[in-house]
């Protein structure tokens, strides 16, 4: 089937040279076997290689590519282009520069990019392409589409399915997807050319010459025509005239008397690919014949290269090893000229209106931009300036928010209103980001979890008061647009900006004066992982201060109050409430703050009763304390300061472990009971301290909170923040350099 198909090689194998015609080759050893097939029993060989050897020309090293490319472009004219080649890899960063720079100044040239190449094709592939995927498209994934169309709707809606979208912009994109399916490729690209406002002719006649031009756009009609795009080098209508651009790993012959040899890198290394088939030996010294005759084109010939480029030594094409038999690393090691180049225009250049501003300076930080500061500060000035598509769990999260704030301000509706209506609403909200198959997953989540908290509300009703320090920040909210309802409650998504204390936030429910309530749709976690995620001494590869910022608030609006912070993680009850029916208790994580030193609240009669309860009749804690008693207990800890240690074993070994055993001793008896109960006691005062905050805690929190807000401004006055951040917790990784 191979032999009877038409092809190239096949036609080259049939070939024969007219025996009247005298042949003469050129570079034989660069023929290959299928080449040399053609060739007549008798020939005459050129060498492409001069007599004897010549110096290299000294290598010109400059700071960076556009120091280069501005070299070139300074050099070159419309009157002497036909006299100019530039020999560049493709694949690097020069092509762009260079074509555009010959542009800008009316320089003739050709060589540059390929048919396939073109970007408004590029497009119109990729729009085809995005028309015959399924419906899970995101707005993100068509943004280069939308903006070679000059179409540039809003980063946040890039997680949103693109026909999910409600966006007038973007109508008649989604009529087209939804209709290409019985259009023909002339008649999708006639309209694809009235958005861009540009001809397509040549495509258009490439279509025809295939003979799918008036085909249906099927998605294997498109497979083949993208596949005829890359694979075959479509000839470009341009004229033959002006700088000549060539590739260094694809050309051997220049004929121009001028070359210019850009980059010059480790790239322009030709790669052997791996194939059982390929004498790689053989092949890189045609390689290397091929660079040796690059390398000797053109009466005049100029190496423009780096030595550093981004902190990095460059390092030079191998080839030069071979031929220079001399060790080096860089270019700067070889015979070479330094050029520093100072920016000379004509004109005024861009238009400049003198700024005389002061920086804005801060007063508040937010829980999250203050781990996120607290984390990389470079990632907190990006969020700054970069806007970051919404997040489908952000969007989930939001409407257990609504709902549990609706519920509150108007109970009545919501006890009167059928689930489902309540889950369709919800539903409606989250399609844009999710795919169908999800959306009955989602119907269970939100089911259960409207549920709970209702049930949560229901059994510990919030009490309804005004508080000072707290404000309404009016947002929407999608159940009271729903039912026509106003939000005002007093306790219910509460505002608070603090800037004697630094912070600011949005409590989601006031429960009382003493407790504040945070909804979680996300993970569970542990009292003991918030507050060591809130740790100042040593930040957290994951930092949180939402409960300590808004307990250090709260303290000031009820001083002197013991106060308790409840996390509820509603959705990790899902699977207990499908079976069965869960107990809201067992989704709240609760933190207090307590407003003393840790060691005053060691020897309180409070303390001293939780140390006793939640354990066995016959337990040894329980058993020494009884035995103990209240008043041992306190006078104990009345003249011993719990020690600040990391954790219990090296609680155990401390000085104060061994008398407080001895101290139980003296009163209990030497009983081996006694030994395990007071170390019993000791680990859960440690344990009941990791989960808890106190007064010297909240102080230094307070202090830190200061010191970053005054980093920050120091920030904003003088430079962009540099360090090493923790870049596996970070939102914009692609924006922030590393060594890595």
């Known amino acids: 089937m191979i032999d009877t198909a038409d092809s190239a090689h096949n036609d080259l194998g049939d070939y024969t040279i007219p025996e009247d015609q005298s042949v003469a080759v050129i570079g034989e050893e660069q023929f290959t076997a299928l080449d040399r097939s053609v060739l007549p029993d008798e020939y005459e060989t050129v060498d492409p290689f001069g007599v004897g050897s010549f110096e290299l020309p000294k290598f010109h090293l400059y700071e960076s590519t556009t120091d280069i490319v501005d070299t070139v472009v300074d050099n070159v004219t419309p009157e002497n282009a036909e006299d100019v080649a530039i020999i560049m890899d493709r694949g690097s960063e020069y092509p762009a520069l260079v074509e555009s720079a010959l542009e800008a100044n009316d320089i003739p040239f050709y060589g540059g990019p390929g048919f396939a190449d073109d970007e408004s094709l590029r497009t119109f592939i990729r729009l085809l392409r995005t028309a015959h995927a399924d419906r899970h498209a995101r707005l993100g994934d068509v943004r280069p589409i939308l903006h070679h169309l000059g179409i540039r709707p809003s980063v946040e809606d890039d997680n949103k399915r693109l026909h999910e979208l409600d966006h007038p912009e973007i109508e008649s994109l989604q009529q087209f997807c939804e209709t290409v399916h019985n259009r023909s490729f002339d008649e999708a690209l006639s309209t694809f050319e009235t958005w861009c406002d540009r001809s397509l002719d040549a495509f258009r006649d490439e279509l025809e010459r295939l003979g799918v031009r008036h085909a249906t756009v099927r998605e294997d009609t498109l497979d083949g025509v993208e596949f005829y795009l890359q694979s075959f080098d479509v000839p470009v209508d341009r004229d033959d005239a002006g700088v000549l651009l060539a590739d260094a790993t694809a050309a051997a012959y220049v004929d121009r008397p001028a070359v210019f040899y850009l980059g010059m890198d480790a790239d322009w290394t030709h790669r052997i690919p791996d194939r059982p088939w390929i004498d790689a030996d053989a092949k890189d010294r045609q390689y290397l014949r091929q660079f040796q005759l690059l390398l000797q084109n053109g009466n005049e010939r100029y190496f423009l ?73 470079r990632d907190y000035f990006f969020d700054r300036v970069v806007t970051s598509p919404d997040r489908d769990h952000f969007q989930k999260g939001n409407l257990f928010h609504d709902f549990a704030e609706f519920y509150v301000n108007h109970p009545d509706i919501i006890d009167s209103t059928a689930g489902d209506e309540l889950v369709d609403r ?72 603090n800037p004697a204390l630094g912070g600011k936030g949005k409590v989601d429910l006031i429960h009382s004066p003493s407790q504040l309530v945070d909804y979680k749709s996300g993970s569970h976690t542990s009292a003991s992982k918030v507050v060591d995620k809130s740790a100042i001494d040593e930040i957290s590869d994951e930092p949180n201060f939402q409960a300590l910022l808004y307990l250090a608030h709260h303290r000031r609006v009820h001083p002197d109050e013991r106060i308790r912070f409840v996390f509820f993680h509603f959705l990790e009850l899902v699977d207990e409430e499908v079976v069965g029916e869960a107990a809201p208790e067992d989704a709240l994580i609760r933190v207090t703050y307590y407003p003393e030193l840790f060691h005053e609240f060691a020897k309180r009669r409070a303390a001293f009763d939780t140390l006793r309860e939640g354990v066995a009749e016959s337990n040894d804690r329980r058993k020494t304390l009884e035995r103990m008693g209240y008043d041992v207990y306190q006078a104990f800890f009345d003249r011993h300061d719990f020690p600040d240690v990391k954790d219990t074993d090296a609680l155990l070994d401390t000085d104060l472990a061994a008398k407080f055993t001895e101290h139980a001793k003296a009163e209990v008896g030497d ?70």
């Not at 094409?317 to 225009?345: E, I, K, M, Q, V």
């Not at 870049?727 to 922030?736: C, F, G, Q, T």
């Open 305 to 377: 290269v780096q030595e550093t480029s981004s902190g990095e030594p460059v390092t030079p094409c191998l080839y030069f090893h071979d031929l220079l038999g001399a060790d080096f690393d860089t270019f700067g090691d070889l015979p070479s000229t330094s050029h520093t180049r100072f920016a000379s225009r004509d004109g005024d250049g861009f238009e400049k209106e003198p700024v005389n501003a002061e920086p804005t300076t801060i007063e508040t930080l937010s829980p999250s931009s203050l781990s996120t500061f607290a984390n990389c500060p």
């Open 426 to 497: 919800m539903l409606t909200e989250m399609r844009p980001y999710v795919d169908d198959v999800d959306l009955e997953v989602l119907r269970t989540e939100f089911e259960i979890g409207i549920e709970l908290i209702q049930r949560l509300l229901t059994d510990e009703p919030p009490t309804e008061r005004e508080y000072e320090g707290y404000g309404f920040r009016e947002d929407s909210n999608i159940f009271a647009e729903h039912f026509d309802q106003s939000i005002d409650s007093p306790i219910t998504e509460r505002w608070f900006e």
């Open 671 to 740: 009983y081996v009971y006694v030994d395990d109960g007071t170390d019993s006691v000791l680990k859960e005062l440690h344990r009941l301290r990791g989960r808890n905050y106190f007064e010297d805690e909240v102080d230094a929190f307070e202090r830190f909170l200061q010191e970053q807000i005054d980093r920050i401004n120091e920030y904003r006055r003088s430079r962009f923040p540099v360090g090493d951040p923790n870049v596996d917790r970070v939102d914009h990784r692609d924006l922030i350099q590393t060594d890595d």
